[in-house]
């Protein structure tokens, strides 16, 4: 099944800057992790945290629309995606993990995989 994807909103793809969006997400998940126990704040009974980024925090990385990105405290697993203003898919979802016993990330976004560490 194709991916949806809202070409009219889209910039070019070369233009972006993934590494800077990917740091930004590693950031605010690490300090998620790092500030509460993740499993009382978002879904209760279970150990998912959740950030949200609007769009004037993804305009400075050149990217459309909105995030939602989720991490399981747990397994590390981050999970999300990039919407535009209708709620369609921009592109393929996030996709990551976090590495016990560091602070780094391995994120993919949109097809761009990114390693980054936060400390």
Do not use: W
């Not at 459309?64 to 990039?82: D, F, R, W, Y």
Request: with cysteine.
């Amino acid at each position: 099944m194709p991916v949806p994807h809202d070409c009219a909103s889209d910039s070019d793809d070369s233009d972006r800057d993934s590494h800077g969006l990917a740091k930004a997400i590693a950031e605010r998940l690490h300090a998620r992790r790092q500030a509460a126990a993740i499993h009382t704040t978002d879904f209760q009974g279970t150990d998912i945290g959740c950030i949200v980024m609007p769009r004037f925090e993804l305009r400075r990385y050149r990217y459309p629309g909105h995030a939602m990105i989720c991490e399981v405290a747990s397994t590390g697993e981050v999970l999300g995606t990039l919407l535009n203003k209708g709620g369609r898919r921009i592109c393929d979802p996030i996709t990551g993990s976090f590495t016990k016993g560091t602070s780094c990330y391995a994120i993919n976004i949109c097809g761009n995989d990114e390693t980054l560490c936060v400390e």
